[in-house]
């Protein structure tokens, strides 16, 4: 397949990586040519500098013999633009746009676009990940990757403050995941009590 991928970012790199060693033929277009260097050495398709939305910016990278597109830049109101105008001017059936706000992305595909959130698809990794057995998790938003892992109780903790757990360095407090398998999300308008079985979810930055 010819494939155009809009956008080369960690999420724009990784596609075009990934359709490039599946023997696809790969064009990447990015406003900003520094965001190049992200692609692998070995990378065999083609990079066009320039804005996204110049329909000769588009042409130049070939979306007129194009099979697929993805648009996945960090910006939902250019990847719709953008999307509109390879199915609308290009006759582009095959379009997937990255839209970050999942409310946003209820609207447009209303307007028959495909679309990915991976906000959606990191909220069910999560829960996924928090709910399985005590092994530390990494969960990837946009352009950082949080790890996330679980602490029983102390018995010198039960009936304290979760505020009172002490924390290791660059962590920050999450929830708690009740004995009975529930799970509650920390906040400050949010009083959890720790209970005798309770485990303690911790994040942290990692990446």
């Known amino acids: 397949m010819n494939v155009l991928v809009v956008g080369c970012g960690r999420l724009g790199t990784r596609v075009s990586e990934i359709l490039d060693e599946h023997g696809h033929d790969v064009a990447v277009v990015d406003s900003n040519p520094d965001n190049f260097r992200n692609l692998n050495e070995n990378f065999n398709g083609i990079t066009v500098a320039g804005m996204p939305m110049d329909m000769k910016v588009l042409q130049n990278a070939g979306v007129k013999s194009c099979d697929a597109v993805a648009v996945v830049t960090p910006d939902d109101n250019l990847n719709i633009t953008v999307s509109q105008i390879v199915r609308e001017f290009f006759g582009v059936k095959n379009v997937v746009?990255?839209?970050?706000?999942?409310?946003?992305e209820n609207v447009f595909k209303r307007f028959g676009l495909k679309t990915v959130c991976p906000t959606k698809?990191?909220?069910d990794i999560m829960c996924t990940a928090l709910t399985?057995?005590?092994?530390?998790?990494?969960?990837?938003?946009?352009?950082?990757?949080?790890a996330f892992h679980l602490r029983g109780v102390d018995s010198s903790f039960i009936g304290a403050p979760i505020e009172a757990v002490p924390l290791d360095v660059c962590e920050t407090l999450f929830g708690v995941l009740r004995k009975d398998g529930?799970?509650?999300?920390?906040?400050?308008?949010?009083?959890?009590i720790l209970a005798e079985g309770d485990k303690v979810i911790f994040a942290k930055v990692i990446d």
């Open 97 to 104: 746009a990255r839209i970050s706000d999942p409310e946003r």
């Open 121 to 123: 698809m990191a909220g």
């Open 132 to 146: 399985q057995p005590l092994t530390s998790r990494s969960v990837s938003f946009d352009t950082a990757t949080a």
């Open 182 to 192: 529930s799970m509650e999300l920390y906040s400050v308008n949010n009083k959890i």
